[in-house]
């Protein structure tokens, strides 16, 4: 006999610890009293401890008889639980979402969700992990994360990955304060695009890179780029320090950093004269996972960010 994992005389062992009486514990597990007895005796022979001091008139716990009984309920408590946990993480109300996000949706939206998230489903542990677009797509790859929070041009979500999309914004400009972009009433757009640039590596963010590029070249120029970096914060902190303009999803203007202004395509036109804001470039942010998932916790998480 394994004592250890045998749910019945540990069941024998409790009903003997809280009535003190053989043939009472029969009784309330509507046994025979000496099939009770053996199975005290074998449980004791198999741990090599004894648990119960008997006489003929009385039977008392020994201190390591004593010591187990909180364990042993606990034990059987959490066994008489399992089919309802079970049937819970079958329906995605329990179980665990490995979520990575870019820090664009960390600002004020993801914080909400999280908070709402953990309210609705208390069991089910939400890890988050930043991460940029291209270090999502390997984990991913390789089952690290079970979904990801990305950035993209709109359309333009990786291939092979189920998506919802979850926030489209417009690209603003950040200009260091002390530029003379910063305070113009309106902004030429080929004087912007004279100006140095602090960009992030393609390969992060590899559509909104080339929509970026593309707004260049469909004016004749080629970006000269001052820096890249890939943080959104490390890009600003970076225009912040004089080293160029740069094209920023506008839910990154909620990063207040001093010494940066933000302007927005209502501040731009393409001529001397003012007239309707140009068409600058994009972007969405897509809740991203793999086609092929297994995971209920999952499930319930995609839903709950349909819904809002």
Known sequence: MTASIDL????QFLAVAEELHFGR???????????????????????????FDRTRRSVALTPAGEALVPDVRELLARAQALPARARAAAAGEVGRVRLAFVSTIGFERLPAWVREFRT????VALELVEATGDVQLEALARGEIDAGLMLHSPGFAPAGLKRVAVAAEPLVLAVPARHPLARAKQLMLDTVLAEPLVVFPRRILPSVHDAIFALYHAAGRVPAIAQEAIQMQTIVNLV??????AWVPESVTQFRREGVVYRGAAEFTATGRRRAALDLPGCETSLVWPAQNDNPALGRFVDFVRER
């Open 240 to 245: 912040s320090g004089g080293l160029g303009v």
């Open 120 to 123: 609705l489903c208390p069991q």
């Open 8 to 11: 019945r005389v540990w069941r």
């Open 25 to 51: 514990a029969a009784v309330r597990l509507h046994m025979t009293q000496p099939p009770v007895t053996q199975a005290i005796a074998q449980l004791e022979t198999a741990i090599g401890v004894r648990l």
